[in-house]
């Protein structure tokens, strides 16, 4: 029987405190409101001031209980994980990471930028409204806590959510998320180069007891004609560029790979680039010689394919 990497102990006490958590600041913040509102028509910044205040302050609390019930996970490092290398057209990687983001938050660790940004806006919501209202209509006064209210336990919901998001546990070193837009910029890259038949992105997949792990995501593009055997793969770095590329020729005579790395520099990525393709088709046609297709793509490039073209460092 296959163990499963993951156990869970149970959620449910800390959903009961946290339902209760919110009611009780958001009661509190219509007790406290309903004091602070008649300042709104003699000292209105007084009012932004406490409003402000008492949104920051509670924000810890809602920390704490996320941190807490994030890591009620415990990771089995015993686990045998599968991996296999698998690539997918762009859109199709998107599609897949958020669903994985989605159904695996209890395990990954990412920064929801739309729910922090929702949880700012409702608490920006929350200290302007009751300002404008009241410079609308004093028979409105009555509502204004209510709203203040209403809004501190909306704004409570969503900055647990982000904070459940962005901390971390023991599982989530093995369980990692890469947002398709780090890779957007390799791939336009690639699509943008001369001798590409395909271009997507690659990565390896592991799957244990019905989870899914993914590593090493890539912007890949493989070379028309000898697109089993010759890749270009561009990797970027674990917080921003620069881009790395590599060029990859199978041999068909010995099952290894010859390969070229290449740093990209800003500005000159697609004459790169192009010199990559020229080296991998340069290695092939050496040791296999050419084709149809590769003629006319050699043609397309305008070159014939003579010994190593650059000094680029070459990884046998």
């Given at each position: 029987m ?14 009961i405190?946290?339902f209760?958590?919110l009611?009780i ?9 309903s004091?602070?509102?008649?300042i709104l028509?003699?000292?209105?910044l007084?009012w ?7 949104m920051l302050?509670i ?14 996970v415990?990771?089995n ?16 990687f ?10 695996y ?9 739309r729910?922090?940004?929702?949880a ?5 919501t929350a200290?302007?409204?009751p ?11 009555f509502i204004?806590p209510?709203?203040?209210g209403?809004l501190?336990?909306?704004?409570g ?11 971390s546990?023991e ?11 780090r890779?957007?910029r ?11 038949a ?6 390896s997949?592991?799957e244990?007891?019905g989870?899914?792990?993914?590593r ?7 070379i028309a ?10 990797t ?5 560029p ?26 000159n ?11 991998c088709?340069?290695t ?5 010689g050419?084709?149809e297709?590769?003629d ?17 460092p070459?990884?046998?």
């Open positions: 296959t163990k499963e990497p993951v156990t869970y102990s149970s959620l449910m006490p800390y959903y405190l946290l209760a958590v009611i600041l958001s009661f509190a913040g219509v007790e406290v409101s004091y602070l509102v008649v028509y003699t000292d209105p007084l932004f001031a406490y409003a402000l205040s008492i302050a924000a810890p609390i809602f920390w704490i209980i996320a941190r807490v019930m994030k890591r009620r415990t990771f490092p015993d686990v045998h994980w599968d991996y296999h290398n698998q690539e997918l057209e762009y859109n199709a998107a599609n897949m990471m958020a669903d994985y983001a989605s159904g938050s209890h395990l990954i660790s990412r920064k929801d930028q729910l922090l940004a929702a700012l806006v409702m608490m920006a200290v302007i409204l300002a404008l209202v009241a410079a609308i209509s004093v028979n409105l006064v204004l209510f709203t203040y209403g501190e336990l909306f704004y919901i969503l900055l647990t959510s982000y904070f459940y998001r962005s901390i546990n599982a989530s070193t093995h369980f990692h998320y890469e947002n398709p837009r890779l957007k390799a791939y336009e890259l690639l699509e943008d180069t001369l001798g590409f395909m271009v997507g992105v690659g990565f997949m592991g244990a007891g989870y899914y792990a993914f090493s995501p890539a912007a890949i593009g493989r004609g000898i697109e089993a055997v010759a890749k270009v793969e561009i970027i770095g674990d917080i921003s620069p881009l790395t590329a590599f060029g990859t020729v199978s041999s068909t005579a010995e099952g290894d790979a010859s390969k070229r790395m290449m740093e990209l520099q800003p500005g990525e697609l004459h790169q680039l192009e010199g990559i393709v020229r080296w088709i340069t092939y046609v050496e040791e296999n050419s084709n297709i590769l006319d793509l050699m043609e397309e490039l305008g070159f014939d394919p003579e010994p190593s073209y650059d000094s680029s070459s990884i046998d």
